[in-house]
């Protein structure tokens, strides 16, 4: 069946530096992509998405790459800061689908 | 501007018991919903979703059973409560691609 890997599963990063977060997915025909944020405690935040026609897509310091041909897309997060820490899932969908393929989360730390 | 509710916050039930966890959506029309749940430091597992009053598509063969009476109103039952139903509910609603998630419900199931 499809899936999403997500790697790395834990992060550190010192403030100030860049957190990257990577995805693969297995169902070619995925054409929209999330990310979220989860906080403890909390329910799953939406940061930023893309869909197949775009390559990159920017909001501040949070930016999402996406790689068609390697079915992999990634979230960058620059400038950390420590209220960046968090887990960060990862989600594939298709036109037709209402379901997500999720990632299995990276835990993100950002050490001050 | 569209908001999700969902009630109670935190939940602690026997073994055996049933179960009635609510999510309502304010500020929209006809949305998808969806529930899901999430084990203690896991990712999140789909149960079910609904396109419109009375359609509910379920994803996981369980004791657990999902209701829509109303367009925003989204209910997730169940008869009698296993210890492995414990987790962290979540529901969810979007238009088209997008899902946005509710504060969730966390139940533990003594």
């Known amino acids: 069946g499809e899936n999403v890997e997500q790697h790395p599963s834990t992060l550190s990063v010192q403030e100030g530096d860049s957190a990257v977060i990577k995805c693969t997915y297995s169902d070619s025909a995925s054409n929209y992509f999330p990310w979220y944020k989860q906080e403890l405690g909390k329910g799953p935040q939406l940061i930023i998405d893309?869909?197949?026609?775009?390559g990159e897509k920017k909001d501040q310091r949070i930016a999402v790459t996406l790689n068609k041909t390697a079915k992999h897309f990634s979230l960058h997060i620059t400038e950390t800061q420590p209220e960046d820490s968090a887990v960060y899932f990862c989600a594939a969908s298709r036109t037709g689908t209402y379901k997500y393929i999720f990632g299995t989360g990276t835990r993100l730390k950002v050490l001050a | 501007s569209q908001t999700i509710h969902q009630w109670p916050a935190t939940l602690v039930q026997p073994v055996g018991s049933p179960l009635s966890l609510e999510c309502t959506v304010e500020g929209t029309s006809n949305p998808n919903l969806y529930w899901y749940r999430q084990a203690a430091g896991r990712g999140l597992q789909l149960l079910f979703y609904s396109v419109g009053i009375g359609q509910i598509s379920s994803e996981v063969p369980q004791n657990l059973s999902a209701s829509r009476p109303q367009d925003r109103q989204f209910i997730l039952s169940s008869k009698k409560l296993l210890l492995s139903d414990s987790g962290f509910y979540l529901c969810?609603?979007?238009?088209?691609?997008?899902?946005?998630f509710g504060p969730g419900t966390r139940l533990t199931v003594t």
């Open positions: 969810a609603w979007g238009l088209s691609y997008e899902q946005y």
């Open positions: 893309i869909r197949s026609n775009v």
